[in-house]
T-cell receptor
Framework: KAGVTQTPRYLIKTRGQQVTLSCSPI?????VSWYQQTPGQGLQFLFE???????NKGNFPGRFSGRQFSNSRSEMNVSTLELGDSALYLC??????????????FGSGTRLTVV | AQKVTQAQTEISVVEKEDVTLDCVYE???????LFWYKQPPSGELVFLIR??????QNEISGRYSWNFQKSTSSFNFTITASQVVDSAVYFC?????????????FGKGTMLLVSP
């Protein structure tokens, strides 16, 4: 079966702009989580969505937001981009909420560069 | 607060050598899960193993083995007879609690370079 699909793979944006990243989970998976990976901070949890509701949120400013659609696809948005937002954004899907229950399957990520 | 430490930033070995990647964790919970993921250059995180805090049995899967010791809060990963394809960044991660709100706290990762 198809894995987790993230689009686009690469993005270059200018400081101050906003960006939307997309994630399509594995068919049948209803939970989508987002993680940010940077050289300095490593991998950090952004948020998790399940049945179109945000279930959990990491310690990130309000510029970072997301949503989930009825088909479980998810988007995350970053407004007023800063240079420090340059990162690999990874999406993970799971059949249900919480990583402990079923684990995650990760996508290949979207590499965002802010200039 | 939970924390995962991978003290080895980078390890270089020659093919067929055995290599152990260290992972030390901190948590106040009695129920928690430990994970190992592999990140090849393509970027995706590939799941390797999940172990809960009540199961201290070591596990072997082909050339991979894991040694979980609660007494030292360690969950080390050994690759036997390493191969060039094992070159990647390996992450150890911890998730506390036994709920639907669990998320992963990752270590900083260990880059493994296996040369021919």
């Amino acid at each position: 079966k198809a894995g987790v699909t993230q689009t686009p793979r690469y993005l270059i944006k200018t400081r101050g702009q906003q960006v939307t990243l997309s994630c399509s989970p594995i068919s049948g998976h209803r939970s989508v989580s987002w993680y940010q990976q940077t050289p300095g901070q490593g991998l950090q949890f952004l948020f998790e969505y399940f049945s179109e509701t945000q279930r959990n949120k990491g310690n990130f400013p309000g510029r970072f937001s997301g949503r989930q659609f009825s088909n479980s696809r998810s988007e995350m948005n970053v407004s007023t981009l800063e240079l420090g937002d340059s990162a690999l954004y990874l999406c993970a899907s799971s059949p249900a909420t919480g990583v402990n229950n079923y684990g995650y399957t990760f996508g290949s990520g979207t590499r965002l560069t802010v200039v | 607060a939970q924390k995962v430490t991978q003290a080895q930033t980078e390890i270089s070995v020659v093919e067929k050598e055995d290599v152990t990647l260290d992972c030390v964790y901190e948590t106040r919970d009695t129920t928690y899960y430990l994970f190992w993921y592999k990140q090849p250059p393509s970027g995706e995180l590939v799941f390797l193993i999940r172990r809960n805090s009540f199961d201290e049995q070591n596990e072997i899967s082909g050339r991979y083995s894991w040694n979980f010791q609660k007494s030292t809060s360690s969950f080390n990963f050994t690759i036997t007879a390493s191969q060039v394809v094992d070159s990647a960044v390996y992450f150890c991660a911890l998730s506390e609690g036994d709920s639907g709100y669990s998320t992963l706290t990752f270590g900083k990762g260990t880059m493994l370079l296996v040369s021919p």
